[in-house]
């Protein structure tokens, strides 16, 4: 049994004519004839009744109507969606993000990609740099949202933002209403930051920053989520240093207050592996392309 038979004998089926359906068809009668034979021996059973007046449909040609019907229309389903995932069209992506991200950048890449190829699925998990990392190794995520330069080879990158450190304050705080905010000032005070075990490039990052101000910070509190951090300053518990895209949040009871000294970016880069050949996950490339904040134009195809 092929496709073909099937559209035959539903077309047949209508007209009940074999002149009428061949003309349908584009076809003259004795193939149309010959290929619903075909049909009748591929089935088993007589789905028309023939004679020199008169074309009708057998039992088994009644019963056979909805079946052929619904096997057309999966094997065109089949195909449609066959056709689309080949151009980026459908299917899922899995995307993994850090906290930071929502404030910087992802929905709008989200918005943009949805807009073009409402078809396929995103799945969004938020992770850690160092659990995307591990993710993307074992190709359980197909984009990833990271904030570290310790990237493998086989992976390709694409610098979507760079960002200032600011500092996160109570908004009772001393300092919060400065223009700007010498480090130095915090000596003494309880930090709180994400724990080195989620972003040792940021902890690092913080304890540098520190002992340039030469101080040593007090980490009172390590937490697993930008938002936890920013949250606990809120309540009065400490003070902190966070990437500025987190002013964003607008969360009640905090003041961002800019750094006076000048301290390395805190970049977001986007991570696919390289062979990967994907039509969605090219598409979305594109959509992240198009979408990066402007200060983030240096990339590279692969990171050596």
Known sequence: MEFRHLRYFLVL???LHFGRAARRLSMSQPPLSLNIQQLEASVGARLFTRSSKS??????GLAFVPAARALLEQAGQAARLAHDV???MAGSLSIGFAGTMLYSGLPAI??????QHPRVRLLLRELSSSEQLIELAHDRLDIGFVHTTRVPPELSQILVSSQALVGCLPAGHR????ASLDLQALQGEPFAVVSRSVSPDYHERILGICADA???PEI???LRHWLSVVSLVSQGMGVALVPAALSRSALAGTAFVPLDTATMPYDTHCLWTTARDDSALAAFVAAVRMTRQPQGDGEAAKVD
Not at 110 to 115: I, N, P, T, V
């Open 55 to 60: 074309v009708a449909l057998t039992a088994a």
């Open 175 to 178: 300092l919060a209403r400065q």
């Open 13 to 15: 089926a209508e007209e």
């Open 86 to 88: 080949g151009q980026g």
């Open 214 to 216: 030469g101080f040593h």
């Open 110 to 115: 989200l918005a943009r990609f949805q807009a």
């Open 220 to 222: 009172r509190y390590e």
